[in-house]
């Protein structure tokens, strides 16, 4: 398997020349009223213009979170739309829709649509309840990313569940467990809700893409549900993982056969897979028993595997981020929920999903403290913990110049 090295344009990089920010600002619109969802939808195809002055090719995907059966709050198709528009008049063969299946329970669940299923019947089926379907408001296809009997001939094809890419440079994880359908991409518009969120604390589009993008694996990964198995007949305990294991978790004393694994301290990245000159080492995968273990640092494997799943691919992904029926929680839990304000922010666009993520966090807070609203200044900042992570490790800036429309 080829590895290639780090590469992160200088736009990712440079504050003073990087990606812009582009605020569709709809705070005095009124989103239900039809005349305001058409010059919504005009300004988002201008945001995509001033962001992608390239042409596009290829087959191309809008990803999006399509919510659960009862979430009524989720992303709304209508405001997607102008990115079909906009891809195939760039040039694009054929655009789709699509996301992942998830490892919790439910319509969009890894098992309700398990890989030998012929379409992900259970998955689409909600998908297209939801409006996201050719003849709907979304105005595309829907396919599921890690299911490739849902790719769509001449559209949109793709043939693996997933596929492993292998990056040099990165800090936690080496290898990334890709979706079949992302990977498959040759240019995508990342679509992410703003929400909070019970272990990331902000939601945006760096969780869209770590989350989203990620096969089962990439995602059991990144919440630690991922643990090395030993084959005894293959190890020679020679230690070179125990060595290079970055959070002490494996031990090998000279009596022992085999490591033993730290369950406590094991963040199942793999780098024993990696590195063991055997091949002894497989990584089993197991139920997450609890949600919110490792929520400490989950948003560094989220910021670490977005790195990895766009490493090369920087300059074709635009993301959006809707700042539009903002909640206390994310569009994975099946209930209905409030908003937290009913002001709706409108969209942000761009290329750098830190910078993105940091300035809706932003403009929320602050309008959070113009309405008198009370709120936790600590659940609003992580999004810029995620940042800093990103730039003390990565330099990439997330401070970005706003231009409003």
């Known amino acids: ?21 582009v605020w569709v600002n709809t705070s005095t619109a009124d989103l239900k009223a039809p005349e305001s969802v058409e010059r919504v939808q005009i300004q988002l195809n201008e945001a995509f213009s001033v962001v992608q002055e390239a042409a596009v090719s290829g087959q191309c995907l809008i990803k999006v979170h399509i919510g659960e ?4 709050t989720r992303m709304r198709p209508e405001f997607c739309r102008p990115a079909v528009e906009f891809l195939l008049k760039r040039g694009a063969s054929g655009v789709v829709y699509g996301d992942t299946t998830v490892a919790y329970t439910g319509p969009r669940g890894y098992r309700q649509n398990p890989p030998e299923d012929e379409d992900a019947s259970v998955y689409l089926e909600l998908a297209r309840r939801h409006g996201w379907q050719k003849d709907g408001p979304s105005g595309a296809p ?34 990334f467990y890709v979706a079949g359908g992302f990977q ?11 929400t909070l969120h019970g272990l990331a604390g902000v939601a945006g589009c760096v969780k869209s893409v770590a989350m989203g993008c990620a096969s089962l694996t990439g ?35 000279p009596k022992m056969l085999k490591p033993i694994v730290d369950e406590e301290h094991c963040i199942g990245c793999g780098e024993c897979v990696s590195i063991c000159p055997q091949g002894a080492v497989q990584l089993h995968s197991k139920e997450i028993s609890d949600w919110t273990r490792g929520q400490e640092t989950i948003s560094q494997r989220m910021a670490d595997y977005v790195v990895g799943l766009l490493n090369g691919r920087w300059h074709k992904v635009i993301h959006v981020l809707h700042l539009v029926d903002v909640t206390p929680l994310c569009d994975c839990v099946d209930i209905k929920q409030e908003p937290i304000t009913p002001t709706h ?10 910078a993105l993520d940091v300035t809706g966090a932003r403009l929320f807070r602050q309008c959070l403290i113009q309405e008198n609203k009370p709120f936790d200044p600590h659940v609003w900042e992580t999004a810029e913990e995620t940042a800093r992570y990103a730039k003390a490790h990565y330099g990439i800036s997330f401070e970005a110049p706003i231009q409003t429309i």
Do not use: W
């Open 1 to 21: 398997m080829e590895t290639f090295p780090l590469q992160l344009p200088e736009e990712m990089r440079n504050s003073a020349k990087g990606y812009p920010v």
């Open 69 to 72: 059966p009862s979430c009524d």
């Open 142 to 175: 829907f396919v599921v990313l890690d299911r490739p009997a849902s790719s769509i001939p001449n559209r949109f094809e793709f043939e693996s569940e997933e596929v492993v890419e292998k990056c040099d440079g990165t800090k936690i994880f080496s290898d």
């Open 184 to 194: 498959a991409s040759d240019f995508v518009i990342n679509q992410a809700h703003l």
């Open 219 to 253: 995602k059991l990964r990144m919440h630690q549900s991922l643990s090395p198995h030993f084959e005894e007949k293959l190890c020679i305990a020679c230690g070179q993982c125990v060595s290079s294991c970055p959070e002490d978790a494996l031990h090998l004393s």
């Open 345 to 354: 922010l409108g969209f942000l666009v761009g290329k750098n999903p830190f």
